[in-house]
């Protein structure tokens, strides 16, 4: 399946990252992070002084920045007017902005276009998010839905951030919810499941199994 087009959408903390990369080595595919481009113009917008919580100087900044995204899934790149943004766009203040500034039509009509082109640009893809299967690429040749309770999610993402930024399991879980609450909720392009979209429940499942679960799905279905 050497051109093959995967969208994996899902909430924070299901192991969408880590699946996402371990799928696109595997099958020898480029790799995309949309999460990573949403964050890197929140982290844009909170360096150049744009307030993230006003819609309208975020929809007037949103074309500026300069983003370019690897996609390579064993260092997936990422820089912000030739600056590399790999590290700052995991810190707590970008990750509690960044809901706000994705909900701005402007902001997803940008990335939107940049994803497709990336999509477009090569041969097969796996590409990550919350909206590929439903508004980036509804024509993808598979679409993946991973979901997880929140005990697990609000886990795993405290484990991500250890030694880092730790925070209790309980802040953790709280900041999730409502960052996930914030996503479904949005006028343009929520986070949602597509209807042809293949449900992976992985609360009880390791990262090898959903890594061997989606494979199987791409090699029998796309
Ligand atoms: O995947 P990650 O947690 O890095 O995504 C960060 C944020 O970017 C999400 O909480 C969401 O607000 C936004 N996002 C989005 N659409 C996508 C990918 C991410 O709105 N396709």
Redesign the pocket.
């Given at each position: 399946p050497a051109a093959v087009i995967v969208a994996i959408d899902g909430p924070?903390g299901t192991g969408?990252?880590s699946t996402s990369k371990a799928v696109a080595a595997k099958l020898g595919l480029r790799y995309l992070?949309?999460?990573?481009q949403?964050?890197a113009i929140t982290w844009w917008m909170l360096s150049n002084g744009v307030d993230v919580n006003d819609p309208a100087a975020v929809a007037t900044a949103a074309a500026k920045p300069t983003i370019v995204s690897g996609t390579d899934p064993g260092s997936p790149a990422i820089t912000v007017d030739g600056a590399d943004a790999a590290g700052p766009i995991r810190t707590r203040e970008v990750t509690a902005a960044?809901?706000a500034v994705?909900a701005v039509p402007e902001v997803r009509a940008r990335l939107t276009e940049l994803q497709r082109q990336i999509a477009r640009a090569g041969r097969g893809i796996v590409v990550e998010?919350?909206?590929?299967g439903t508004t980036?690429l509804p024509d993808a040749d598979l679409k993946i839905f991973l979901t997880a309770s929140p005990e697990a999610r609000a886990a795993r993402r405290s484990g991500e951030l250890k030694g880092k930024e730790a925070t209790g399991l309980a802040a953790t879980r709280e900041a999730l919810i409502k960052?996930d609450a914030?996503?479904s909720g949005r006028k343009v392009s929520p986070l949602a499941k597509a209807d042809d979209a293949h449900e992976v429940d992985t609360t009880e499942l390791t990262l090898e199994q959903v890594v061997e679960c989606v494979v199987t799905l791409v090699e029998t279905t796309a």
């Amino acid at each position: 399946p050497a051109a093959v087009i995967v969208a994996i959408d899902g909430p924070s903390g299901t192991g969408k990252s880590s699946t996402s990369k371990a799928v696109a080595a595997k099958l020898g595919l480029r790799y995309l992070d949309t999460g990573a481009q949403y964050r890197a113009i929140t982290w844009w917008m909170l360096s150049n002084g744009v307030d993230v919580n006003d819609p309208a100087a975020v929809a007037t900044a949103a074309a500026k920045p300069t983003i370019v995204s690897g996609t390579d899934p064993g260092s997936p790149a990422i820089t912000v007017d030739g600056a590399d943004a790999a590290g700052p766009i995991r810190t707590r203040e970008v990750t509690a902005a960044v809901s706000a500034v994705s909900a701005v039509p402007e902001v997803r009509a940008r990335l939107t276009e940049l994803q497709r082109q990336i999509a477009r640009a090569g041969r097969g893809i796996v590409v990550e998010g919350r909206d590929i299967g439903t508004t980036v690429l509804p024509d993808a040749d598979l679409k993946i839905f991973l979901t997880a309770s929140p005990e697990a999610r609000a886990a795993r993402r405290s484990g991500e951030l250890k030694g880092k930024e730790a925070t209790g399991l309980a802040a953790t879980r709280e900041a999730l919810i409502k960052r996930d609450a914030a996503d479904s909720g949005r006028k343009v392009s929520p986070l949602a499941k597509a209807d042809d979209a293949h449900e992976v429940d992985t609360t009880e499942l390791t990262l090898e199994q959903v890594v061997e679960c989606v494979v199987t799905l791409v090699e029998t279905t796309a």
